[in-house]
């Protein structure tokens, strides 16, 4: 009887873009942020939040059948999930990535099949040439959401990187395409002994300059602006790339590697850390997803192994390397000169 096939998971996962639009368009439009005040009835929440009567009370039901919001007598009101992570208000908001993925990546993943039969990015890089970052960072708001929404997919790895690697041995680090700088700050909090950099283009210093000052690590944490593959990397200790390589076709990525041995001194470590496949290539979902999010973001990028990403530490001259799990399909994969 278990054995019989049914088609749950295929309807489950082929309509999985309902659920997923509805909380986006609800991130959008501040269902959340307007609920962190408290409760609001429908009449006064449909006109706070501007919806048309029509599809109001379908989208606000629906949001609390999917579990993000509540109705009571008092009417509608925030879940203790939603109301720490997505009121925009809080410290704790993550819904920064849910905003880069309404605003660009929803488009984008519209035309996967496009960008399955062209090897061609389906995004602001359609012309398919030269860095994704130069048509991305054009519009300067277009810039801030990419970083912040960097911290957001990155926050929980970043936490776990800081607590788990054998900071007590080395003095300085340097984060390499540091974007708003969450990985320096939480490694900076997490271990008062250090100092670093953060390394990345020069549009996104003030961004990062402000993100570490309003963490309180500003005396410890400095931006250092350039650019990866036209100078060398800033030396330190430890060298990390936090989902760098994936953005990159692969001599490039052997160019980064390279880049990062040669900052290190004897002994060093260099830290790779983003949604690392297993070795099978059966498992992470969500590592094999990322890699075709490259395939429509980027002219040339792909996620890899740990197998993979060792191999390439090892040709570069690292003479040992290991994968450790972060968190979630995160893991770092870490190469000591
Ligand atoms: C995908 S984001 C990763 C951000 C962050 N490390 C994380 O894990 O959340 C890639 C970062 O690389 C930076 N970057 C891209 N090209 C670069 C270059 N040529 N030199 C330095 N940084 C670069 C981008 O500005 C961006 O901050």
């Known amino acids: 009887m278990t054995d019989q096939p049914t088609p749950e998971s295929i309807m489950q996962v082929g309509m999985a873009f309902w659920p997923s639009k509805t909380l986006l368009s609800a991130v959008e439009i501040g269902v959340f942020t307007e609920l962190a005040q408290g409760p609001q009835p429908l009449p006064r929440l449909r006109t706070s939040l501007g919806l048309h009567p029509r599809g109001a009370r379908d989208f606000l039901d629906c949001l609390v059948a999917l579990g993000f919001l509540r109705r009571s007598e008092d009417g509608y009101s925030n879940t203790p999930a939603t109301d720490a992570f997505l009121d925009k208000q809080k410290p704790s908001y993550v819904g920064g990535l849910l905003e ?30 030269g860095s994704p970052f130069v048509p991305l960072y054009a519009d300067p708001a277009r810039l801030r959401q990419f970083l912040v929404a960097m911290t957001s997919i990155s926050r929980g790895s970043n936490m776990a990187l800081a607590a788990k690697f054998p900071w007590a041995k080395y003095k300085t680090f340097a984060d390499a395409g540091a974007a708003q700088g969450d990985l320096a700050v939480q490694i900076a909090r997490a271990n008062p002994h250090l100092s670093g950099a953060g390394f990345d283009l020069p549009e996104v210093g003030p961004i990062f300059e402000d993100y570490v000052r309003s963490h309180g690590v500003a005396d410890r944490v400095r931006f250092i602006a350039g650019n ?101 399909p995160d893991s770092m994969v870490i190469g000591i000169r």
């Open 100 to 129: 880069m993925a309404n605003h660009r990546l929803y488009g984008a993943w519209g035309d996967l099949t496009e960008a399955l039969r062209t090897g061609l990015p389906q995004n602001e890089a359609s012309a398919g040439e």
């Open 228 to 328: 990866f593959f036209e100078q060398p990397l800033p030396e330190a200790d430890v060298i990390l790339m936090g989902h760098i390589l994936h953005d990159w076709g692969l001599d490039d990525k052997r160019t980064l590697i390279r880049k990062a041995y040669e900052a290190l001194p004897e002994g060093g470590s260099f830290v790779v850390s983003e949604s690392i496949i297993d070795d099978d290539r059966s498992t992470n979902a969500f590592g094999l997803m990322m890699s075709l999010n490259m395939l429509v973001e980027t002219p040339a990028g792909f996620d890899y192994t740990g197998a993979d990403c060792q191999r390439w530490m090892r040709e570069a001259g690292f003479r040992e390397t290991r994968v450790e799990h972060l968190t979630g």
